[in-house]
């Protein structure tokens, strides 16, 4: 496989036209070698327009998912940002290349280390993975410029939101199958938040995060 044409391909062809025009970003995805972060028996599908298997729960998301989530939160190099389901590290390295530091958590011991061994060997050094699940953020280091869900939950935990600083963003995909939505919301104040729906798509699930309550009659 001609990787650098199989990158060129998957920027023209599918994040392009998924509205991902930020140069920043683009020029990120030339940067950090996305086929280092997916598992041996899924190179060569390292930049095809699906969700690629890591373990029997968890997904990586499709490459223009990520591109545009990442372009929507505007990451700027003095902030501070917190990941949850870093994975094998992917966004976790795109994040580090916009960030100051990038704290990215992960509930999957097994991904943990990957995503440590994976952000090591990329030369990541302002990135921190943590083996801890995320529904809760993590109090101790708030308040974040920016936080992002790199996967989908049925609702947004009101704790997360706390954790932004005034002015800050959260990505997620929120929804339950077959109605997903990205969102991205920003702090405007002390308990007031502004949201904003951006696309709709179908994410696998976040560990630890609670199902919305199924209706009764």
């Known amino acids: ?6 990158r060129f391909n998957m920027i023209e062809q599918q994040i392009r036209p998924w509205d991902v025009l930020d140069p920043r970003v683009l020029e990120l995805l030339h940067i950090v070698r996305r086929e280092d972060f997916v598992p041996e028996a899924h190179r060569a599908q390292a930049f095809v327009d699906v969700e690629l298997p890591l373990t029997a729960t968890r997904r990586m998301l499709a490459p223009k998912v990520e591109a545009r989530l990442l372009q929507e939160l505007k990451v700027q190099r003095h902030e501070k940002v917190l990941e949850i389901g870093a994975a094998t590290g992917h966004l976790a390295a795109l994040l580090g290349h ?10 999957d011991a097994g991904l943990a280390a990957q995503a440590a061994a994976n952000l090591k060997r990329s030369g990541a050094l302002n990135v921190t993975v943590l083996n801890q699940d995320g529904a809760g953020g993590l109090a101790a280091e708030e308040p974040f410029d920016a936080i992002l869900l790199s996967g989908s939950v049925a609702e947004l935990p009101q704790a997360l939101l706390n954790q ?54």
Do not use: W, Y
């Open 1 to 6: 496989m001609n990787l650098e044409q199989a």
């Open 98 to 107: 916009q960030a100051q530091r990038v704290i990215a958590l992960e509930a």
């Open 164 to 217: 932004l600083k005034v002015g800050g963003r959260l990505a997620a995909i929120v929804g339950s199958a077959p109605v997903m939505r990205a969102v991205l919301v920003t702090r405007t104040g002390a308990g007031e938040f502004r949201r904003v729906e951006l696309f709709d798509t179908v994410a696998g699930r976040l560990p630890g995060f609670a199902e919305a309550p199924a209706f009764s009659f």
